[in-house]
Nanobody, 124 residues
């Protein structure tokens, strides 16, 4: 059974940094694409970053390009979202997820469920 647990959220001032973690079990990074998503208050959930299986290319939302980095630690079965130069509009609940199909993650049409997420609040 695939399980993912997000952690690392918190309160940060604009311009600051945070690193989110997604601890996984029941899946292999060689066969699953991995992604980060977020949902801001009153808005739809959106894709933040998705990496192809086996550490292939990564897709980033235009709003986070150059500031956010998705990385993986295969030995720890954990992947991360390093968020630098955070902006107030980055305030959201951040979620991680995984699917064998990269396209299904990038379009959020995969069948998996969502976890509780981790709250990131960016103050101005």
């Amino acid at each position: 059974q695939v399980q993912l647990v997000e952690s690392g959220g918190g309160l940060v001032h604009a311009g600051g940094s945070l690193r989110l973690s997604c601890a996984t079990s029941g899946l292999s990074f060689s066969t699953y694409a991995l992604g980060w998503f977020r949902q801001a208050p009153g808005k739809e959930r959106e894709v933040v970053a998705v990496v192809k299986r086996n550490g292939g290319s990564t897709l980033y939302a235009d709003s986070v390009k150059g500031r956010f980095t998705l990385s993986r630690d295969t030995a720890k079965n954990t992947f991360y979202l390093q968020m630098d130069n955070l902006k107030p509009e980055g305030t959201a609940v951040y979620y991680c997820n995984a699917d064998r199909n990269f396209g299904a993650l990038t379009t959020m049409t995969f069948q998996g469920s969502w976890g509780q997420g981790t709250l990131v609040t960016v103050s101005s």
